[in-house]
């Protein structure tokens, strides 16, 4: 019994030591990270349409039909990367994610100077560059430093009604992702 | 020697058993660590971000989402009304009560797998705040149910467990800490079709 109480007891600090592995494993081991699913969506720097009617994109598309949303690839070894949107529509939103999918920077319409979209995301070092002499197509652009590589950035947009669909879905596909 | 080999046995089974069996049960409870509740509702405000604790970690690594970000908005959650029931797609609700401060806001229904019910005619399950109808002073109420109601109508159809979302866009609560001490509109169940 004693020999039973030990072995029982001893498998209870086992399955602590296994789920505490499961638990800071499952993010190393994630098939189906948001850049995965986007990487069989298409290049970096292709501007993918978070269509809610594709399966493939899984919990990438939020169910909110209100919204359209386009995702965009980026390497920031490859030098600053710059989103470019011209028009109008009632909100927007963008967000950066990193390699594994996390938020780590995010703005909406009213951070930006005037209606037009100009974003700019650098790296601590890329921005000590810039600093000495902006690029003179940066200029009006909002900037951000981001301490990462590869990332995911997100621009999503809200449809009030179906009206506006068509001028959203031509803004959105108006826009262009671009490495400097 | 065959006890030495049962007892290794059963050591292994509880480890590996309970281990994963623990994480998984972990991640499916809809309330897990590092969810705020306000009345019915939940919402997780650090999930898909880096501050957040291991366990959301790792049910958003089974997701795989790109979640919202502070600057965009926050989502929250129910799959119960103010009784404590489970809402179902065969039920009126009423939806009543203040939303917090925000640019607008949406609130959509879904099944219990988190996908959108399929419209009703051409009529989405999902409102928005800009296109509500307001009576009097007071926030705009939303009836939800299968059949059309004057006023704000969410029409839903099918059967089965639903969940609603309700998103608050361009709102100072998606910071640090300001969702604790925030009020959010109540699931009232006005009856049944059975």
């Given at each position: ?180 | ?148 109601v004057p006023g704000n109508w969410l029409p839903i159809s099918g059967s089965g467990p639903i969940r609603l979302v309700l998103t608050v866009f361009d709102t100072p609560i998606s910071g640090d800490a300001g969702v604790i001490d925030i009020r959010l509109p109540q699931v009232v169940r006005r009856g049944c079709d059975d």
């Amino acid at each position: 019994m004693t020999r039973f109480l030990h072995a029982l007891l001893t498998g209870l600090v086992g399955a602590g030591i296994v789920h505490i592995a499961i638990l800071f494993l499952l993010p190393v081991f994630a098939e189906k990270d948001a850049w995965a699913r986007l990487a069989e969506t298409g290049e970096p720097y292709h501007v993918v349409r978070l269509d809610h009617a594709n399966p493939s994109l899984g919990m990438l598309t939020s169910p909110d039909p209100f919204f359209e949303a386009v995702a965009c690839r980026f390497d920031l070894s490859d030098g600053a990367l710059h989103l470019v949107g011209e028009g109008r529509i009632p909100f927007w939103s963008i967000s950066v994610y990193d390699r594994r999918g996390l938020n780590i920077y995010s703005l909406n319409d009213r951070t930006a100077t005037g209606d037009a979209l100009d974003f700019v995301v650098v790296t601590p070092a890329q921005m000590l560059t810039m600093r000495k002499e902006v690029p003179a197509e940066f200029t009006q652009s909002i900037f951000v430093e981001a301490d990462l590589t590869e990332g995911i950035v997100v621009m999503r947009a809200f449809v009030p009604d179906e009206s506006w669909r068509e001028v959203v879905s031509t803004y959105l596909n108006g826009i262009s992702c671009t490495s400097r | 020697m065959l006890k030495t080999v049962l007892l290794i046995f059963v050591t292994l089974a509880v480890a590996i058993g309970g281990g994963a069996g623990s994480v998984w049960y972990a991640l499916e409870a809809s309330r897990g660590v590092g969810s705020v509740t306000i009345g019915q509702w939940v919402t997780f405000p650090d999930f898909g971000t880096p501050q957040a604790d291991p366990y959301s970690r790792a049910r958003f690594a089974r997701e795989g989402g790109l979640s919202l970000g502070q600057a965009e908005g926050i989502a929250f959650t129910t799959n119960r009304d103010t009784a404590g029931a489970l809402l179902r797609a065969d039920c009126r609700y009423q939806l009543t009560g203040a939303v917090p401060p925000s640019r607008f806001w949406t609130v959509y229904a879904t099944n219990a797998a988190g996908r959108l019910l399929p419209p009703v005619g051409r009529l989405q399950p999902a409102l928005q705040s800009r296109e509500l109808v307001r009576l009097g002073d007071g926030p705009a109420t939303v009836e939800i149910g299968p059949q059309p109601v004057p006023g704000n109508w969410l029409p839903i159809s099918g059967s089965g467990p639903i969940r609603l979302v309700l998103t608050v866009f361009d709102t100072p609560i998606s910071g640090d800490a300001g969702v604790i001490d925030i009020r959010l509109p109540q699931v009232v169940r006005r009856g049944c079709d059975d």
